[in-house]
């Protein structure tokens, strides 16, 4: 798969080529591995728990599963680090970021031969060694599809081109097949697909009777063509809304948001003249005088269409649905197409023009001039590229103003630079010219790339700091045998859990009691008003959580606000309660239910505490809070009342507390009720948008 022509002599022989790149490779891989081994801990929730799941189960079972569920491939990235998960946690741990680290970093092979088509060896080496010097490299310790389907999509990227060159069945099956794996490694990379297909259609298109027929086309004919072209392009948009939400959503409705995140995914953090040169590639008659040049080109335009239209679609989506985005991470796998361009420009002195290299650089400055900085956001794991501005930021003490003309002016240095190059008579001069802007491309690249996994590295540094230590201290108390985690009010904030799970092996499920465990999970049914759960999860060990205890042995002291229970069998409620908050507030309603007695009494009294002391403001409105009591029954399944024996009314005020204390015999149900509720951000701001009635409490006090 190498280019058809050579322009000039070879300056490197392939063993030489070969010898560089495994340099190279052994040199970058290094690199990462030592960033892998700083970072402590898992940061992106839920994905990289769910890909581990998945690969637990793939390891332990040999199919996919998820806390023992069947799941979804979810991606061959599961398969890939499976093997790493026989491992204790913590050795796993460190075995699958390795694994990551040494996949990725192999995006250098396939981007040598994609360079190649185009470029010399010494410059299609320069150009593998940009596309793993890059910021994606970043994502390389990660639990997540990136570090395999970065170098998977640059492998069919390259078959396609190498198809295009010389057509033929295999080279026709082997880049339809690497397109199927690069979907199976991640969704995202059915755009290939998109790729392949035009490029099987650019090929039926330069078919010798199709050209025999279209050279007796009227103009007439060619307009029928473009009307049909548009048509196609209206059915297929209305076919893909029907189907894909986020297509129906981007186009019908978040148009203006379209263009801005194309745009923004667009701006590269490879410096600018990596942009810049690819576009006057492109645009290079030089460039598609060869049946190779031609292929790259194809293969770059259609590849940059396919990739920035899904970036522009999904982030227009998520502007809509969650938050604006800078989806570069969506785009990452036009880096190696890039450098490569950029490689044979520098490599032929002659193939970009001026007028190309002017056309290019205006292209650049509007990417530059529309970009978004997001300075006050490091680390950004969405577009690792904005790094270097943060950089500048945190370093130089830039502000957006600043950065944005540094970028203007690197832009106007390229053009400088990339011109130079072409009109300069001297060759050692156009090359010393060429050798300091892959230099400078290296640096800007690398840097970012390091300062975006520093970042990355502190935040997973801040996770680690939550989880108790050692992380894995249940298996170490429970000898590894299965462990229930069994909690409510899960949903605000579920890192904790993501963790306990992700470093400890026993807890093989994770259950609430009202809905808000993280998937796959179970909210367990009451079994009786002795608290027995239905079903039983059939465990000896139960980690408690906000609001749960169980009967049986505490063993070593709470943790983070979780609780672990040699549990009695069968596994049984002591107490638990029902929308409360882990910071203790409750909405409108909660709810609380005693199954077990206390220091072996059952009678005693039952005390709620209501306050709004965390609530002093004006605009706190006065409550109105029912208290109701009584013997506990299996009510559709669920805990409430035999009867209601007690009905207590009190009136809260702002800064107010009220205690209520009523005789109670175990095992009894509580509800308490509190009207009107009222949101902190509309009254003082701060970002809590929950409607709170108030903070309250529950105990048993047994008679002594």
């Known amino acids: 798969m190498t280019p058809v022509a050579e322009r000039e002599p070879e300056r490197l022989s392939p063993g030489v080529a070969r010898w560089l790149l495994a340099v190279a490779y052994l040199v970058f891989a290094a690199l990462y591995a030592w960033q892998a081994s700083k970072r402590v801990s898992p940061t992106i929730f839920s994905d990289e728990i769910e890909f581990t799941q998945i690969s637990r189960g793939i390891a332990e079972h040999g199919t996919p599963s998820r806390l023992g569920e069947p799941s979804s491939l979810g991606s061959l990235y599961t398969y890939l680090v ?58 390389a310790p990660y639990l997540l599809e990136e570090p395999l389907a970065y170098p998977v999509s640059t492998a069919a990227l ?69 009307l049909l072209a548009i048509g196609a392009l209206v059915v297929f948009s209305a076919a893909a809304g029907h189907r894909s939400e986020p297509w129906y959503v981007a186009t019908g409705f978040q ?95 002659r193939l970009a023009t001026p007028a190309a290299l002017v056309t290019a650089a205006i ?14 956001q490091y680390p950004y794991f969405e577009s690792p590229s904005l790094a270097i501005g943060a950089f500048a930021n945190r370093n130089l003490s830039w502000d957006a103003a600043h950065v944005e003309r540094a970028l203007v002016a690197a832009t106007l240095i390229s053009l400088a630079l990339l011109t130079a190059r072409a009109l300069v008579r001297s060759t050692n001069a156009a090359l010393a010219l060429a050798v300091v802007a892959a230099c400078g491309v290296t640096t800007w690249a690398l840097t970012t790339e390091i300062y975006a996994a520093r970042g990355l590295n502190i ?72 608290g027995r759960l239905s079903p039983d999860p059939e465990v000896g060990w139960v980690v408690t959580g906000n609001g749960v205890e169980v009967v049986g042995e505490q063993v070593g002291e709470p943790r983070n606000g979780m609780t672990l229970i040699k549990a009695t069998q069968p596994v049984r409620f002591r107490n638990a309660q029902k929308g409360v908050y882990p910071d203790g507030w409750m909405s409108d309603r909660a709810s609380f239910s005693q ?30 809070v029912t208290i109701k009591i009584g013997p506990v029954a299996v009510v559709d399944k669920q805990p409430g009342f035999a009867r209601v024996d007690d009905v207590i009314r009190r009136r809260l005020e702002p800064c107010g507390l009220q205690t209520v204390v009523v005789r109670a015999t175990v095992p009894y149900h509580v509800e308490v009720a509190v009207s009107p509720t009222f949101v902190p951000d509309e009254i003082s701001g701060g970002g809590d948008v929950r409607e709170l009635g108030a903070q309250v409490g529950f105990a048993f006090e047994p008679l002594r």
């Open 459 to 530: 935040f997973s540094e801040r996770m680690h700091q939550i989880s108790p230590k050692p992380v894995d201290w249940i298996d170490q108390a429970t000898g590894g045998e299965p462990t229930l985690y069994l909690g409510q009010q899960m949903g605000k904030d579920q890192n904790p859990i993501w963790l306990l799970e992700f470093w400890n092996y026993s807890i093989d499920k994770i259950w609430s009691i009202d809905g808000t465990a993280p998937l796959p999970s179970l909210s367990p049914d009451l079994g009786g008003p002795d």
């Open 595 to 624: 199954f077990a007695p206390e220091q072996g009494t059952s009678r005693g009294f039952a005390k709620v505490v209501v306050s709004r002391q965390g609530a002093c403001g004006g605009g706190i409105p006065t409550a109105e």
């Open 363 to 376: 292209a650049a400055l509007l990417l530059v001039l529309n970009a978004e900085l997001r300075l006050d």
């Open 158 to 226: 390259w078959a396609i081109a190498a198809m295009l060159i010389r057509p033929g069945l295999r080279r026709y099956a082997l880049a339809g097949a690497i397109c199927v794996v690069a979907l199976l490694v991640r969704g995202q990379l059915g755009v290939l697909l998109v790729v392949y297909l035009a490029a099987l259609g650019y090929l039926a298109w330069r078919r010798p009777a199709v050209a025999r027929w279209r050279s007796g086309w009227t103009r007439g004919d060619w307009l029928g063509v473009v």
């Open 255 to 349: 148009k203006h948001l379209v263009f801005d995140n194309a745009v923004w995914s667009v701006r590269s953090g490879l410096a600018v003249l990596p942009v810049v040169a690819a576009v006057a590639a492109f645009l290079s008659p030089e460039l598609r005088a060869t049946e190779a040049g031609r292929a790259f080109v194809f293969v770059g335009v259609a590849a940059t269409i396919a990739f920035v239209t899904y970036a522009a679609v999904k982030g227009a989506y998520l502007a809509k649905t969650f938050s604006i985005l800078v989806v570069e991470r969506n785009v990452i796998y036009l880096v190696p197409l890039v450098l490569a361009a950029a490689a044979a420009v520098l490599d032929r002195r």
């Open 82 to 139: 499976a093997p790493a998960w026989w491992l204790g946690p913590s050795s796993a741990w460190e075995a699958a970021k390795l694994i990551g680290v040494l996949v990725m970093t192999a995006a250098l092979f396939p981007a040598y031969g994609l360079a190649r088509l185009v470029a010399s060896r010494p410059w299609a080496v320069a150009a593998a060694v940009g596309a793993v010097a890059a910021p994606p490299l970043a994502y």
